[in-house]
């Protein structure tokens, strides 16, 4: 063989030579990140889910996979008269969930906030009766949830009945209706979608005897035959609550009931009570911290894969969290994953980070 045509073959050997296996790249987006485990979702404001704002909306679009409207479709919104529909921002919504191929949540039916007196008042300003108050409930569940039927996968019915002791929270629907009202709703929405996966939402359940409370209720609603999916623990917490082990423990304890777990409203404040120290930036020790409590509490929903279904952000920037003004109004927070210029912070790499000591494991 000549030396031309040698080195020609051993070219073309080395051609047909497999590559070296190279380790794939680590994913760079929390969707793809805890593809397996669960979805990994945020509450959109009506920029986002309009088109308006260009930079958040690409964030949505490349790192989550599940949406939930943060005003949208609450009763106010929607429902603001009586017999006054308004849809033109809900269907924008679910459009846009639609077109990216979101699992799209329904937040949400039943909340004694953000709900208009008059679903209470009859046209003199007293208090209706239970069967009209009923019907109302009635009217605005089917309406609602029968209009998005089979595109909404799953709705938030009722949010926030109790108190912090666990007892039923005092309210206009428990006042007029009674204890049933949550049984109601749920009986409504299941007529209306019946392939929709319903659930109760609520927060602070980390803490014992509110989370006894709604491990009652959701035993209740069962015994009952209400088909209950699913409990949304909404984890507004902070750095220092909860613990990953009240964390651990309440996952674990509506696990054990056998409905799925959510993360519904995820945020972290970091900044001290009533102050607002930090209107410029957050020092890096304050921002490496956030990312240790985030990589700390990614952990144990990680661990839960088998009951955690889902785990959304409660906003998609810093610049657009309710965290800005609540409790007190316009201070500077830090609470989510994304910067004011909507970079990516310390924290989301250490989320990314869990997801992929998980995958080696
Ligand atoms: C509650 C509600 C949400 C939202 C947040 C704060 O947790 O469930 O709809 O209003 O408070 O913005």
């Not at 609603?221 to 409990?231: D, F, N, S, T, Y």
């Amino acid at each position: 063989m000549s030396s031309r045509i040698l080195s020609l073959a051993l070219l073309a050997a080395a051609c047909a030579q497999p590559l070296a296996p190279k380790a794939a790249p680590a994913p760079r987006t929390l969707r793809a990140a805890f593809d397996g485990a669960f979805l990994v979702g945020a509450a959109l404001n009506a920029a986002q889910f309009s088109g308006r704002d260009t930079l958040g909306g690409a964030i949505v679009t490349a790192q989550f996979n599940a949406i939930t409207p943060e005003n949208a479709l609450k009763w106010a919104s929607l429902h603001p008269r009586p017999g006054g529909y308004d849809f033109a921002a809900a269907n924008q919504y679910v459009a846009f969930g639609e077109r990216h191929g979101m699992f799209i949540v329904g937040h949400t039916l039943v909340w004694h906030n953000q709900t208009p007196p008059w679903v209470f008042q009859d046209s003199s300003g007293n208090p209706v009766s239970r069967d009209t108050l009923l019907a109302r409930l009635r009217d605005h569940i089917h309406t609602v949830v029968g209009r998005y039927r089979g595109r909404i996968k799953g709705w938030d019915v009722v949010n926030e009945a109790l108190n912090e002791d666990g007892t039923l929270r005092s309210t206009p629907w428990l006042g007029i209706i009674g204890e049933d009202y949550i049984a109601q709703a749920f009986r409504f929405a299941h007529e209306a979608d019946p392939a929709a996966e319903l659930y109760y939402n609520d927060y602070s359940l980390e803490n014992a005897p509110k989370r006894r409370g709604a491990l009652e209720l959701v035993r209740r609603l069962r015994e009952q035959g209400i088909p209950i999916a699913g409990v949304g623990l909404q984890g507004h917490d902070r750095m220092d609550w909860p613990t990953p082990a009240q964390q651990d423990t309440t996952i674990a304890a509506f696990a054990a009931l056998g409905v799925h777990v959510m993360i519904t409203e995820l945020d972290i404040d970091v900044l001290p009570p009533d102050q607002n120290p930090y209107p410029d930036s957050l020092p890096d020790s304050l921002q490496a911290a956030l990312a240790r409590r985030y990589a700390a509490l990614f952990a144990v929903y990680r661990r839960h894969a088998d009951a955690i279904t889902r785990v959304t952000f409660w906003g998609v920037s810093d610049r657009d969290s309710w965290l800005n003004n609540w409790p007190v109004r316009g201070r500077t927070n830090y609470p989510l994953l994304f910067d004011r210029q909507h970079r990516p912070k310390p924290a989301f790499n250490a989320v990314i980070e869990v997801a992929r000591h998980a995958a080696e494991r």
